[in-house]
């Protein structure tokens, strides 16, 4: 698939889902930049604001199969990952697959969950297999997982490590929508008829592969490259850091920069990817200091910090293939201002 074929896919694909999540075209973007970049990304949002809604949409208009897990206290790794049952009838254990093997799977209140079970969900996210009764199996390709949790509810819930956190490409919120918004929602409601909402759907499993190899093929300037290793760096010396972003938030960074290269319409990363995938890419993988949380420190105040010390790269032209007949004159008028 061509970087060109790709961006129209991918608008289409977020095209579908906002005929079901309104007004959210932004945050819808990223989310579908990190499941092109291959990766994993958490919804930390208030209850009601449509993170589950998001990502059944997604589903269907990647035409991925769905599962929805929902992460109670009592909730087993088995649970998640399946289980070996005998069958009395051939008396042989049988493997019953669990919800992870699917294509796109919501871990619904992900914090809600015992930490031996966040660890076998850490498996397949990571390494794309899960292990039961000493057997490894993999999971299907493409596989993703859309996490959501309630970042102001703490009874009963069980914080996410930092090993499981840096696992996640990217951390979204929706946000309350405005009044306008909101009102669309409740019309299109009246209009239905009915609760449930469908998504046309765009892509199947092998064309989101293919989107995803194109993303491959997006070029990074060594400029742009050094200016995010740059980024990441000052996340771990600023004076509010406990730990900083480690190189796979640089490796996110990157990632996830050219995965909205190409739903800009663009085969190449320009800093302002770099700069809007900052707060998403980084806020979670900074720890401040624990005499700081008085203060309101945050790893978003850090990485905000960062952005306004790191200078960014001088505008250059951009990156063109070999046999390209732009003129410079049109390069230069997609160049972009420091």
């Given at each position: 698939m061509t970087a060109e074929e790709a961006t129209r896919a991918a608008a289409a694909v977020l095209d579908a889902v906002e005929t079901a999540v309104v007004g959210k075209r932004e945050a819808l973007e990223l989310v579908l930049t990190g499941i092109l970049a291959g990766g994993h990304v958490l919804l930390?949002?208030?209850p009601g604001l449509g993170k589950t809604l998001a990502a059944r949409s997604f589903a269907q208009a990647l035409g991925l199969p769905f599962t929805r897990a929902q992460f109670t206290p009592d909730l087993l790794p088995a649970d998640l990952t399946g289980a070996e049952v005998f069958?009395?009838?051939?008396?042989?254990?049988e493997f019953r697959p669990g919800p992870v093997f699917t294509g796109l799977l919501l871990a619904d209140e992900i914090n809600r969950t015992p930490p031996k079970t966040q660890s076998a969900l850490l498996?397949?996210?990571q390494e794309r297999q899960v292990s039961v009764e000493g057997t490894t199996r993999r999971l299907p390709e493409p596989f993703h997982v859309l996490a959501t949790a309630n970042p102001i509810?703490?009874?009963?819930?069980?914080?996410?490590?930092?090993?499981?956190?840096?696992?996640?490409l990217l951390r979204l919120s929706f946000g309350y929508p405005t009044a306008e918004q909101e009102w669309d929602v409740v019309s299109r409601r009246i209009d239905r008829r009915r609760e449930e909402q469908v998504v046309p759907e765009v892509l199947d499993a092998a064309g989101l592969l293919g989107v995803q190899q194109a993303v491959e093929d997006v070029h990074v300037e060594d400029a742009v490259g050094h200016y995010a290793v740059e980024l990441v760096a000052a996340t771990r010396s600023h004076q509010h850091a406990l730990v900083g972003a480690s190189p796979r938030g640089t490796l996110a960074l990157i990632t996830c920069a050219r995965a909205l290269a190409v739903i800009r319409g663009r085969s190449y990363v320009v800093p302002e990817d770099v700069k809007a995938l900052a707060h998403p890419a980084l806020d979670h993988r900074v720890t401040v200091k624990p005499e700081l949380w008085l203060q309101n420190a945050t790893g978003a105040g850090v990485v905000e910090a960062v952005l306004g010390q790191v200078p960014?790269?001088?505008?250059?032209q951009p990156y063109q293939p070999a046999g390209s007949?732009?003129?410079?004159?049109?390069a230069a008028g997609s160049r972009t201002s420091a």
């Open positions: 930390e949002d208030l069958d009395q009838r051939t008396g042989e254990f498996e397949a996210m509810e703490h009874e009963g819930t069980y914080p996410l490590p930092e090993a499981q956190l840096d696992r996640f960014v790269p001088a505008a250059a007949d732009q003129t410079t004159a049109a």
